[in-house]
Nanobody, 123 residues
Protein backbone atom coordinates (compact mmCIF):
# COMPACT_ATOMS: atom_id res chain seq x y z
CA UNK A 1 0.00 0.00 0.00
CA UNK A 2 1.32 3.40 -0.96
CA UNK A 3 0.85 6.24 1.48
CA UNK A 4 1.28 9.82 0.34
CA UNK A 5 1.61 12.72 2.74
CA UNK A 6 1.51 16.33 1.58
CA UNK A 7 2.91 19.29 3.46
CA UNK A 8 3.89 22.91 2.93
CA UNK A 9 0.55 24.50 2.24
CA UNK A 10 -0.42 27.80 3.77
CA UNK A 11 -1.49 31.39 3.23
CA UNK A 12 0.44 33.58 0.82
CA UNK A 13 -0.18 36.94 -0.81
CA UNK A 14 -0.79 37.26 -4.52
CA UNK A 15 2.51 37.39 -6.38
CA UNK A 16 4.22 35.29 -3.76
CA UNK A 17 5.68 31.80 -3.83
CA UNK A 18 5.09 28.55 -2.04
CA UNK A 19 6.48 25.04 -2.27
CA UNK A 20 4.38 22.03 -1.39
CA UNK A 21 5.91 18.63 -0.78
CA UNK A 22 4.74 15.04 -0.88
CA UNK A 23 6.53 12.12 0.66
CA UNK A 24 5.73 8.45 0.27
CA UNK A 25 6.22 5.34 2.31
CA UNK A 26 6.61 2.93 -0.58
CA UNK A 27 9.92 1.29 -1.34
CA UNK A 28 9.21 1.46 -5.07
CA UNK A 29 8.91 5.24 -5.31
CA UNK A 30 11.30 5.30 -8.24
CA UNK A 31 8.75 3.40 -10.34
CA UNK A 32 5.86 5.82 -9.74
CA UNK A 33 4.60 8.54 -11.97
CA UNK A 34 3.85 11.40 -9.58
CA UNK A 35 1.39 14.22 -10.06
CA UNK A 36 -0.23 17.18 -8.40
CA UNK A 37 -3.92 17.96 -8.65
CA UNK A 38 -5.96 20.65 -6.98
CA UNK A 39 -9.55 21.22 -6.03
CA UNK A 40 -11.09 24.59 -5.29
CA UNK A 41 -14.37 24.95 -3.38
CA UNK A 42 -17.32 24.08 -5.59
CA UNK A 43 -15.11 22.94 -8.44
CA UNK A 44 -13.94 19.60 -9.78
CA UNK A 45 -10.47 18.30 -9.10
CA UNK A 46 -8.09 19.46 -11.81
CA UNK A 47 -4.68 18.40 -13.02
CA UNK A 48 -1.72 20.67 -12.27
CA UNK A 49 1.50 18.82 -13.16
CA UNK A 50 3.04 15.38 -13.48
CA UNK A 51 6.56 14.00 -13.54
CA UNK A 52 7.99 10.74 -14.83
CA UNK A 53 9.58 8.13 -12.59
CA UNK A 54 13.09 9.26 -13.45
CA UNK A 55 12.22 12.95 -13.42
CA UNK A 56 13.28 13.57 -17.00
CA UNK A 57 9.78 14.23 -18.30
CA UNK A 58 7.20 16.66 -17.00
CA UNK A 59 3.70 17.65 -18.03
CA UNK A 60 1.85 20.79 -17.01
CA UNK A 61 -1.64 22.17 -17.18
CA UNK A 62 -1.83 25.41 -19.13
CA UNK A 63 -2.64 27.25 -15.90
CA UNK A 64 0.64 26.05 -14.38
CA UNK A 65 3.03 26.54 -17.28
CA UNK A 66 5.66 29.19 -16.62
CA UNK A 67 4.69 29.59 -12.96
CA UNK A 68 4.85 26.15 -11.37
CA UNK A 69 7.66 23.59 -11.40
CA UNK A 70 7.30 19.94 -10.44
CA UNK A 71 10.39 18.04 -9.32
CA UNK A 72 11.27 14.92 -7.41
CA UNK A 73 14.04 13.56 -5.22
CA UNK A 74 14.01 9.80 -5.47
CA UNK A 75 16.59 9.48 -2.69
CA UNK A 76 14.09 11.14 -0.35
CA UNK A 77 10.93 9.54 -1.78
CA UNK A 78 9.63 13.04 -2.34
CA UNK A 79 7.98 15.12 -5.01
CA UNK A 80 7.65 18.89 -4.92
CA UNK A 81 5.60 21.61 -6.54
CA UNK A 82 7.23 25.02 -6.57
CA UNK A 83 4.59 27.67 -7.18
CA UNK A 84 5.57 31.19 -8.15
CA UNK A 85 3.58 34.28 -9.11
CA UNK A 86 0.60 32.93 -7.25
CA UNK A 87 -2.84 34.38 -7.92
CA UNK A 88 -6.07 34.06 -5.90
CA UNK A 89 -7.38 31.59 -8.48
CA UNK A 90 -4.66 29.17 -7.33
CA UNK A 91 -6.45 28.82 -3.99
CA UNK A 92 -7.33 25.15 -3.55
CA UNK A 93 -6.51 21.95 -1.76
CA UNK A 94 -3.47 20.47 -3.48
CA UNK A 95 -3.28 16.70 -3.75
CA UNK A 96 -0.36 14.45 -4.52
CA UNK A 97 -1.09 11.34 -6.57
CA UNK A 98 0.82 8.32 -7.87
CA UNK A 99 0.41 5.79 -10.63
CA UNK A 100 2.47 3.42 -12.74
CA UNK A 101 3.42 3.41 -16.42
CA UNK A 102 2.86 6.79 -18.07
CA UNK A 103 2.19 10.46 -17.47
CA UNK A 104 -1.49 11.30 -17.34
CA UNK A 105 -3.61 14.35 -16.61
CA UNK A 106 -6.67 12.27 -15.75
CA UNK A 107 -7.38 11.88 -12.06
CA UNK A 108 -9.12 8.54 -12.56
CA UNK A 109 -5.83 7.06 -13.78
CA UNK A 110 -4.14 7.62 -10.43
CA UNK A 111 -4.53 4.86 -7.87
CA UNK A 112 -2.91 6.50 -4.86
CA UNK A 113 -3.74 9.83 -3.26
CA UNK A 114 -2.66 11.92 -0.34
CA UNK A 115 -5.01 13.76 2.00
CA UNK A 116 -4.23 17.17 0.52
CA UNK A 117 -2.76 20.42 1.74
CA UNK A 118 -4.55 23.77 1.67
CA UNK A 119 -3.06 26.63 -0.32
CA UNK A 120 -4.71 30.01 0.05
CA UNK A 121 -3.67 33.03 -2.00
CA UNK A 122 -4.92 36.37 -0.76
CA UNK A 123 -5.45 39.34 -3.03
Amino acid sequence: QVQLVESGGGLVQAGGSLRVSCTTSGRTFTTYIMAWFRQAPGKEREFVAAISATGDSTYYADSAKGRFTISRDNAKNAVYLQMNSLIPEDTAIYYCAARFFSLSKNAENYAYWGQGTQVTVSS
